[in-house]
């Protein structure tokens, strides 16, 4: 037996070499070298690990003041043990005899485990038993929880209170680490003397109204009533999100103190802008004025800055863009703008060259269907620095890609990168500043977590002269009038899109492809008219030629997938058809709308559907109902969540791990507010900041 104790012991030592996690976790009462590695597998690699690993849900397994002894109720009883047998039958069972402090009789019956619950269920013993009271010849609980008091003030944990339920798999469960395992564990770490360091500011704990940190971690596992467990979730969400935004500052701190690489732009305008806002058909909105004076403001300062510019659908983002690059450009600094699809890199690259005109700006386009010997003069001019702005697509991202003085990063729909992308061309630069832009209007909250250490930027007013774009939804009984007012328009000189989720038929999903709607608004519906279709699985050249037809009018109807929702901008195009528009997000939707409407004409969006989910209808409903693209993102967060708005994980920010943008939006800001006030940390909370957050880098810097 020595022996074996002792071979014992030299494994343990090998592990927790090799992984000190399992050493710290064996140091734990009532942890051994088994159960540590269940742990491990949970995710749980050290003591803060397993208190931070917050119960799912909770079980009310309290007293009631006045107990309800009826069949169908859950409840929780004090019995005493009168008497056990084995009951032989249809199904063999054990039956123990028991009575209520109030005197009633209560049999608990168990199926399975007949030897083990005997040797437990011993006469004269008491226990605090959960369940569900059921009738079946006398009053009965079949396989309750239960718990044995030693005394009348004995302790429970597993019933009698509010009792914790936390996650886990099956393959944990089967091997003794279920709930009531982590509750032994949890329990035992809790009333012994470990302590953690706090990690809010004394005074801000105060001020904030918020437990301690042990006191939090003990309510959160064990609360003695509701309300002490509302207070424990409280600090928690507080704590993290305050922890959370401490992070997001230090990383906008330290890019404030990186000095630039290349000289700060020089005060004063832009004489480029100047000569392009003269020739301009419109005047630039309030709000496009104010945005750009901000963003060239820090230009000329002496550290590299981060913008997000966010604005609605026509808000104006990209003159902005342009106007920015104009006074880096006069300033001899390269510029870059990233956009995620060819469509869209396209689209800029037009409207730069057309606005610009012979400005003498050197203007280059830089994507993967460029041929070889185009791409390696772009190429040669960007690293002579002879380009002044590239636009582009993940070519950008290339190592072949060099600049001579990149000192601009634009990136537009920013949310569609990953970070190392982002970062990846940042490199490229000497310290570059970067402005991220999105359409998709991201609500505050979001803004708060996943972009706290940008500055925002945001535009909500739309150029003079636009026309309200009308939203109706149709049934399929409608389309013969639908056609028929698509003609009136087309007739008169308008063009049309009609968007279709899917390119070819799926058995999955009951929509009809664009290829095959094509087919049909072409030969039978509209043979008179020039319908295109144009979607993301075509070639290149195809693609370019399809679009450049419909901008140039020559083609009335382009038949498409969302390969239009973002950036295309043809003003002659007043009616947007939107086919299975139950199956579209609420961004995706608004999106394709603002493909209309460019221009002075009066435009329309029209959403075919039928019945759809309670979802559907209120993703449909909202579209009708507002055509103001931050309302619009408030609902999406409401129905979708924090994950999928971002495009980047279903589960909103890393690291949050009890904290709900969605849930607890006011919390969200207080918790920023404070974070800018209470700069010194106790030390211990850059540790946690360092292991909880160093994966939650969402920003541009």
């Known amino acids: ?66 107990t309800v002894f009826r069949a169908g109720i859950e409840t929780t009883l004090i019995v005493t043990v009168q008497t056990a047998y084995l009951a032989h039958g249809r199904m063999s069972r054990l039956v123990v005899q028991t009575r209520t402090m109030q005197g009633e009789p209560l049999s608990l019956v168990f199926f399975r485990g007949a030897q083990y619950f005997r040797r437990v269920f011993v006469k004269d013993a008491t226990f605090v038993v959960s369940g569900k009271l059921e009738f079946y010849g006398g009053m009965q609980m079949v396989h309750p929880d239960f718990e044995e008091l030693d005394s009348e003030d004995a302790e429970t944990i597993h019933v009698g209170r509010i009792v914790p339920v936390y996650p886990g798999s099956e393959a944990l469960k089967k091997k003794g680490l279920d709930s009531r395992g982590f509750r032994r564990i949890l329990h035992s770490v809790l009333e012994s003397s470990v302590t953690l360091p706090d990690l809010l500011p004394d005074g801000l704990v105060k001020s904030a109204r918020v437990l301690d940190r042990m006191q939090s971690l003990h309510a959160i596992h064990f609360p003695q009533n509701k309300e002490e467990l509302a207070l424990a ?271 070819e038929e799926s058995e999955k999903l009951d929509v009809r492809a664009a290829t095959d709607a094509y087919e049909e608004l072409r030969t039978s519906i509209f043979p008179d008219l020039k319908v295109e279709l144009l979607h993301g699985k075509m070639k290149t050249e195809d693609k370019d030629r399809v679009f450049r037809e419909f901008r140039a009018g020559r083609v009335q109807i382009l038949v498409s997938t969302t390969v239009i929702e973002v950036g295309v901008d043809v003003a002659n195009a007043t009616i947007m058809v939107i086919e299975h528009a139950d199956r579209f997000g609420i961004s995706q939707l608004h999106q394709l709308r603002g493909r209309v409407g460019r221009g002075s004409e009066e435009s329309f969006c029209i959403l075919m559907a039928g019945e759809t989910t309670e979802d559907g209808e209120e993703r449909l409903n909202a579209i009708v109902n507002s055509d103001n693209g931050f309302e619009l993102a408030e609902v999406d967060l409401k129905i979708r969540g924090p994950g999928e708005i971002l495009g980047k994980r279903q589960h909103g920010v890393d690291g949050l791990r009890i904290a709900s943008l969605l849930e607890d939006r006011k919390l969200v800001e207080e918790s920023f507010a404070a974070a800018n006030e209470w700069t010194d940390l106790p030390p211990g909370a850059l540790e946690f900041i360092k292991n909880r957050f160093s994966s939650a880098e969402q920003s541009l810097s």
């Open 1 to 66: 037996m020595k022996k074996q104790q002792s071979s014992g012991t030299r494994s343990k030592g090998s592990s927790a070499k090799t992984n000190p996690a399992l050493a710290e976790l064996t140091s734990i009462a009532g942890v051994g070298p088994a159960r540590a590695e269940l742990l491990l597998a949970a995710g749980i690699k050290s003591l803060e690990d397993l208190l931070y690993f917050f119960p799912r849900r909770y079980l009310d397994r309290t007293f009631a003041e006045s």
């Open 233 to 503: 979730r409280h600090t928690l969400k507080f704590e993290e999100l305050f922890l959370f935004s401490a992070h997001m500052k230090q990383k906008r701190d330290e890019r404030l103190r990186e000095p630039r690489m290349l000289w700060p732009l020089a005060p004063g305008k832009s004489k480029q802008f100047d000569s392009l806002r003269a020739r301009l058909p419109f005047q630039l909105t309030t709000e496009q004025d104010k945005a750009i004076l901000a963003i060239l403001k820090e230009g000329t300062t002496d550290h590299a800055f981060a913008f997000l510019l966010q604005g609605d659908v026509g808000s104006g983002k990209t003159l902005v863009a342009l106007a920015s690059m104009l006074h880096y450009t006069e300033n001899r600094v390269q510029c870059a703008m990233l956009a995620p699809t060819e469509v869209l890199a396209r689209q800029h690259f037009r409207t730069f060259v057309d606005l610009l005109g012979l400005s003498g700006v050197q203007v280059d386009l830089l994507i993967s269907a460029d041929s070889k010997k185009s791409k390696a003069q772009v190429l040669d001019r960007l690293a002579r620095g002879e380009t002044d702005i590239v636009i582009g697509t993940h070519s950008l991202l290339e190592p072949e890609v060099v600049f001579e003085s990149l000192g601009l990063v634009i990136i537009d729909e920013q949310h569609r990168f990953g970070v190392e992308q982002r970062e990846s061309l940042r490199r490229k630069g000497k310290n570059p500043d970067v402005i991220g832009m999105t359409a998709t209007p991201i609500p505050r909250t979001l803004c708060l977590t996943e972009f706290a250490d940008l500055s925002l930027v945001t535009l909500k007013e739309k150029p003079a002269g636009r026309v309200p774009i009308k939203t109706i939804r149709l049934a399929e009984d409608r389309r013969p009038g639908l056609y028929k007012s698509i003609r009136n328009h087309v007739s008169n000189g308008r063009q049309c899109y009609i968007v279709y989720p899917v390119i």
